[in-house]
């Protein structure tokens, strides 16, 4: 049967309904645990769209396109449907409105196709698969596992030819993404992606024949499930109880104080408060792994992050006492900062020292020394911005410790029970 849209209508949708819940079923039998989020994306006929999209809530669909693909090859809306599933499994449309959209859209289908090719699903293979996963091998020694996030970030620093782009959609992309601009509501968000993927990702070692060819899944499943932290709360933790000099108006009746005035002459009944209790950064340390792999400008990109959260969220004293130590696997410098115009004459001028190998103990111990010389009256917090290979101290400091690493590695030894873990992402911080 040739497919034409002048031939009735109805009759073409009703049999591109039909191959997409054929599709579906086929999904379904073979990938049990994907029955959460095969019952979330909803199909949705959209007539002249020439393809499949997907907006992170339902599935679009041709009906034309569907069933000429149909013929082209039945496994092909297989691998259609499962592709645009993935995407949704991994929440690859949610981040689509702060990152590079034309680096992220091949990042995210190189990662779904490497999942699927691993997975080695009967009812989803093409002809071109062979030289996608010679593609994929390639990549993988270059980048490492193929999440969409380790992807995007290797095309953003390893410039393709205009011949190498054109391949890598050849091989990978299999659907649009035109509905992926943020939209105010949708059906379904986020959070509820990210609670379907956990749910995926617990059901996915419930079947003993998902174990094999599932290594790439995992991996993405882990991405997606990670918590990712607010930098700016975190910081809220390392604030101080401390008083300023000025009026509390929250606590300031002025229908008494105007009262006293209006009938005993200069008397109010109630003086202001002079004071408030406000919480405060004022002692604080921020310490820098100078080791090799952590050189580049993301480190003062960290510590202009830092800063400009202290200071939008006004959590400075108006004398502070910041100390920013540089270390590999020694101390190599201490600035010392009191005023905004002291971090300002740092990022600006100061330079990164060091470039050894990392030990994160010095740090701890000179900060001790520096508590016995009463250089701190109340050191409330250090945040040690790091690559997370190093040894680390083993006894517990009498103030809070947060080791920021950057993007997530599986590779790292596991922080001190009695310190805090934030994973910050390299585009954030370029993006400052």
């Known amino acids: 049967m040739t497919v034409d849209r002048t031939v009735d209508g109805k009759k073409c949708s009703a049999l591109a309904s039909q191959v997409l819940s054929l ?4 999904l379904l039998v ?27 809530a339902v599935c679009f669909y041709d009906p034309v ?66 030289d ?16 969409a996030e380790r992807i995007y970030r290797y095309l953003r620093h390893t410039p393709l030819t205009q011949a190498e782009e054109q391949e890598l959609h050849r091989l990978f992309q299999k659907d649009v993404h035109i509905f992926w601009k943020p939209a105010e ?80 002459g200069n008397l109010p009944l109630i003086e202001p408060l002079e004071y408030r209790e406000e919480n405060k950064v004022k002692e604080f340390v921020i310490a820098i792994d100078t080791s090799a792999s952590c050189r580049g ?5 960290f510590l202009r992050k830092t800063y400009s959260i202290l200071k939008s969220s006004e959590s400075f004293f108006q004398h502070v006492n910041v100390h920013i130590i540089q270390c590999d696997n020694q101390v190599q410098s201490d600035t010392k900062i009191t005023c905004d115009e002291d971090f300002e004459t740092f990022i600006q001028y100061g330079k990164l020292t060091g470039f050894g190998a990392t030990d994160f103990r010095p740090v701890f ?44 590695d599986e590779n790292r030894a596991p922080v001190p029970p009695w310190s805090i873990k934030v994973v910050l992402e390299s585009e954030t911080l370029e993006q400052e």
């Open 23 to 26: 599709a579906r079923d086929a």
């Open 30 to 56: 073979r990938l049990r645990f994907f029955d959460a989020a095969l019952a979330q994306l909803k199909p949705v006929e959209r007539k002249e769209l020439g393809c499949l999209a997907t907006d992170g």
């Open 65 to 130: 396109y569907v069933l000429r693909s149909y013929q082209e090859n039945p496994k092909l809306v297989n691998r259609q449907y499962l592709h645009l599933l993935l995407h949704c499994i991994f929440s690859h449309s949610f981040q689509y409105d702060r990152l590079e959209t034309d680096k992220w859209d091949l990042a995210a289908d190189i990662a779904v196709e490497n999942v699927i090719l691993d997975m080695g699903l009967e009812g989803t293979a093409l002809e071109q698969d062979a």
């Open 132 to 147: 996608a996963a010679r593609k994929l091998k390639v990549l993988r020694e270059d980048i490492g596992p193929l999440t």
């Open 185 to 264: 509501q949708l059906e379904i968000t986020r959070e509820q992606w990210k609670k379907i993927s956990e749910r995926v990702k617990a059901d996915l070692k419930s079947f003993t024949k998902a174990k094999s060819g599932a290594e790439s899944l995992e991996k993405n499943l882990e991405e997606t499930t990670r918590d990712r932290y607010d930098y700016s709360e975190i910081l809220r933790r390392f604030t101080v109880m401390g008083e300023n000099m000025t009026v509390n108006d929250d606590e300031f009746d002025y229908i008494y104080y105007t009262y006293g005035l209006e009938h005993y």
């Open 297 to 301: 400008p993301l480190v003062k990109e």
């Open 365 to 408: 111990e000179y900060v001790g020394q520096l508590k016995s010389r009463r250089e701190f009256e109340n050191l409330k917090g250090l945040i040690y911005f790091t690559d997370g290979y190093g040894i680390y101290p083993e006894q517990m400091p009498d103030y809070q410790v947060i080791f920021a690493f950057l993007d997530e």
